[in-house]
């Protein structure tokens, strides 16, 4: 399935976790080498959003606050080299809003 077209990515999740260095579960290191940076986040943010539009979603979970997908695929970063990343999104109850959750390195082949 497709995720919907007006889904939300919320730029603090960018500038604030995915591409800050953190002591635990960092993920700005991953980025850093398709050159993901603070200084280019949008790039970043748009590739996310051609990602979930361009890829399958596949249904995960659900649970009281929604339901979780995840969309495997490659995203090229603005130095040309590709990332494949495993993105979760979460579709609220209440809302009926697709969020986006978080982007994890793919190690499966």
């Keep these: 399935m ?29 980025l850093a080498r398709a050159g993901y940076g603070q200084s280019n986040w949008g790039v970043l943010l748009a590739d996310l959003r051609r990602l979930a539009a361009d890829a399958d979603a596949e249904h995960v979970e659900t649970n009281k606050f929604g339901d979780f997908y995840s969309v495997r695929a490659s995203i090229t970063g603005p130095n040309g080299v590709s990332l ?3 993105t979760v999104w979460m579709t609220e109850h209440l809302s009926g809003i697709t969020k986006f959750i978080t982007l994890i390195p793919d190690e499966t082949p």
């Design 2 to 30: 497709k995720l919907p077209a007006d889904l939300e990515i919320a730029p603090e999740k960018l500038t604030r976790y995915l591409l800050v260095n953190l002591p635990r579960n960092d993920k700005s290191k991953f």
């Design 84 to 86: 494949r990343v495993n």
